[in-house]
């Protein structure tokens, strides 16, 4: 190659690194900017003295795939007493109120639906599952 | 060390025999096509104007109605049938039959009209897209749409707007080894005229009773092979 060449594809090159920088910048201003306008979610404790059915960081990250497949286990199959089980969930993660009313697992600000409007993704799997504990009164 | 006893053996071989209509599955074990759970329902102590059957499904599947008898969820219906020579009027519950051969399972164009290994037939909810195929396809009218935002469900029924629904056989509690609810309940506040158990296994009542009595299935002219017998009509 010719040297004039040579130093015309060097120009280009650092232009472009240059470039790359700036939008790199702006997509990262991009990115945070919604981040930091909402609070990270902080979903209620679970109930004390249990531990969950996987390490914590395994649960963030594969909750939904666990249950996708649980429930064709379970209703399929008829496998019971899986651990990941949407009951189960439920079990340990709602709340009570001061008075001791079941809250729905649901409900703003309570367990499943914190993250997920942080993360704008609404499972509607709380149509038809119960979202507080056993033991209410049957429906009227 | 010291020799077994007979009894640990069989403790550690799983196959604990409990009294009572079904075994407790054991967690992570499957429906088994070994078994084939099944109804014989007793016409003769079934009195037209009982409905403890039905009640005791409401309350425990968590139906809630809308007081409109010809949409509201129903699991269970009483019937009742007159013979016209002679008048004599029978009454008989009738829920999903179970069939060996559903209909529903076959026009299901996702796969959620499904019969488990067990000859359970149900609804895997999940992928019901509310077409209503297996409806129409039911002869014995035995399933319910969801029309409506359901509230109030109880944890071991899900049930939602927009799907189908019929009896389970009240699945979760066969998995425990325990009885469906209409049949407890009838045993308990009525004449006990349902028989719950494996037709499969013939040391069990239901299985003695359908091979030395006589027993029908309604609609048996279409050969669907029910779960749910009959005596006395």
């Known amino acids: 190659m010719r040297p004039k060449a040579l130093t015309r594809l060097a120009l280009l090159a650092t232009l472009s690194r240059q470039r790359a920088r700036v939008i790199i910048a702006i997509l990262l201003a991009l990115l945070t900017l919604p981040a930091l306008a909402a609070e990270p979610p902080a979903p209620p404790k679970a109930k004390a003295g249990t531990t969950c059915i996987e390490s914590p960081s395994v649960m963030r990250r594969d909750h939904m795939e666990m249950l996708k497949h649980q429930r064709d286990d379970t209703l399929r199959l008829g496998i019971r007493g899986a651990k990941a089980s949407l009951k189960g ?18 409900a703003e600000g309570q367990f499943c639906q914190s993250c ?21 009164e049957a429906a009227r | 060390m010291t020799a077994l006893s007979r009894r640990q053996v069989v403790l550690a071989s799983g196959a604990v025999l409990i009294t009572g209509p079904a075994l407790a599955r054991s967690p992570g074990a499957p429906a088994s096509p070994a078994n084939r759970w099944g109804l014989l329902i007793d016409t003769r102590k079934c009195a037209a104007d ?14 809630s109605g809308h007081d409109r008898p010809l949409t509201d969820a129903q699991y269970i219906r009483k019937i009742e049938v007159r013979d016209p020579v002679g008048g004599k009027l029978h009454s008989l519950p009738v829920m999903c039959q179970h069939c060996a051969k559903p209909p529903c399972v076959d026009v299901c164009p996702t796969g959620a009209s499904m019969k488990r290994a067990d000859g359970i037939v149900l609804v ?11 409806m129409m396809a039911c002869p014995y009218k035995a399933r319910s749409f969801a029309h409506e935002e359901q509230t109030g469900q109880q944890p071991h029924l899900p049930r939602g707007k927009g799907t189908v629904e019929s009896c389970t056989l009240c699945v979760h509690r066969v998995d425990e080894g325990r009885l469906p609810a209409c049949v407890e309940a009838c045993a308990a506040k ?44």
């Open chain 1, 89 to 106: 969930c439920v079990d340990c993660h709602s709340t009570t109120t001061a008075e001791g009313r079941p809250v729905p697992v649901n």
């Open chain 1, 116 to 136: 997920h409007a942080y993360a704008a993704v609404k499972p509607d799997c709380f149509e038809c599952h119960a979202t507080t504990p056993a033991v209410k």
């Open chain 2, 50 to 63: 009982c409905t403890v059957c039905v009640s005791a499904c409401k309350a425990e599947m968590g139906l």
């Open chain 2, 124 to 134: 895997d909810r999940h992928i019901c897209i509310g077409c209503r195929y297996c």
């Open chain 2, 190 to 233: 009525a004449k006990g005229a349902m028989l719950f158990g494996d037709l499969n296994d013939p040391a069990s009542e239901i299985a003695r009773r359908v091979a030395s009595e006589a027993t029908t299935r309604i609609r048996a002219d279409l050969g669907l092979d029910p779960g749910v017998r009959y005596q006395g009509i």
